[in-house]
């Protein structure tokens, strides 16, 4: 999995019917700390907001975690939020 | 995901039958952080009937599958969203119908 | 997928089991002048395609198992289609001869 901080949102209101529900979070890559490119990931959690530090899983894992009987198109999702205390 | 602008559609009559019915589009990434075109364009698969200029979400690999167009067939990216706005950091980066207004 | 033009065939009498029987393609990627980007790639052949075709070449192992109809296949890429016509803001490029 992939680290990176939410920095926003994107708002689509025509979309694959599957998405219908899921928040799409804007997300600045972390590599060994640093800053790197923005990238869109589908809220697993459901309760991310801008500033959180998440970890994010890719591939079709991203699908299947958001939901596995009726998997979206996603192939970015966040699984987790790091505590902020342990940062 | 990323976000891309769809420029144009590609029409192929010889391709692998799986591919039939499914409507191709050229399409050019956009870097979120400038809302600028950045790298090199390619050919991806429309499901929500996005057209030319639209700022589209799309998705890649399997993930690109599991829609109720690209089930089963074989793509490797689709077009799952129509962008209409983009927020990062309480700035609005995109508007689409500011967009639509401007041209 | 991405466009690409056909740059020769590969011939190989030694290889995986799984591409006995499949045409093997020399390609290159292009941009939408069709200048050639990048270096030259092997891609396995899905769509009868020949030297000088403008192709779209499709980078995903999954879709590949499904364009050559073998679940047990393991593929990079595979070229899916053979392009004849592309458009980008209102300019047709035909790709034929």
């Known amino acids: 999995m992939i680290i990176g901080r939410v920095v926003g949102t994107v708002v689509c209101s025509v979309k694959t019917q599957t998405l219908e529900g899921l928040k799409l ?3 600045r890559r972390l590599v060994n700390g640093q800053e790197k490119e923005l990238m869109i990931a589908g809220d697993g ?15 079709l894992e991203a699908a ?4 596995m009987s009726n998997p979206p198109p ?7 939020i790091v505590d902020p205390e342990t940062l | 995901m990323q976000l891309a602008r769809v420029i144009g559609t590609v029409v192929s009559t010889r391709k692998s039958e799986r591919l039939n019915g499914l409507k191709l589009l050229v399409v050019v990434p956009i870097d979120m952080d400038s809302m600028q075109e950045k790298g090199a364009p390619f050919v991806t698969v429309d499901t929500v009937g996005a057209g030319e200029g639209e700022i589209v979400m799309w998705a890649g690999g399997s993930s690109s ?5 690209t089930t089963g067939k074989p793509v490797d990216s689709s077009i799952i969203g129509i962008v209409d706005y983009v927020d990062v950091l309480g700035v609005r980066k995109f508007d689409k119908f500011k967009a639509d207004e401007a041209t | 997928m991405k466009l690409a033009r056909v740059t020769g065939t590969v011939v190989s009498t030694i290889k995986y089991d ?3 029987g499949i045409k093997l ?3 290159r990627h292009l941009d939408l002048a069709l200048q050639e980007t990048g270096e030259e790639m092997v891609a396995l052949d899905a769509a009868q395609a020949g030297i000088g075709d403008i ?3 499709n980078n995903d192992g999954g879709a590949a198992q499904m364009i050559l109809e073998d679940k047990a296949l393991v593929a990079g890429l595979t070229v899916c289609g053979v392009v004849d016509s592309f458009t980008c803001q209102g300019k047709t490029t035909h790709c034929h001869g």
């Open chain 1, 74 to 80: 996603v192939d970015l999702t966040i699984s987790g």
């Open chain 1, 25 to 27: 979070m804007v997300v």
């Open chain 3, 55 to 57: 192709v779209l070449v």
């Open chain 1, 45 to 59: 959690t459901r309760q991310a907001g801008i500033g959180d530090t998440v970890y994010m899983i890719g591939r």
């Open chain 2, 65 to 69: 599958r599991q829609t109720e167009l």
């Open chain 3, 18 to 20: 799984k591409y006995q």
């Open chain 3, 25 to 27: 393609l020399k390609v």
């Open chain 1, 64 to 67: 299947l975690q958001i939901d």
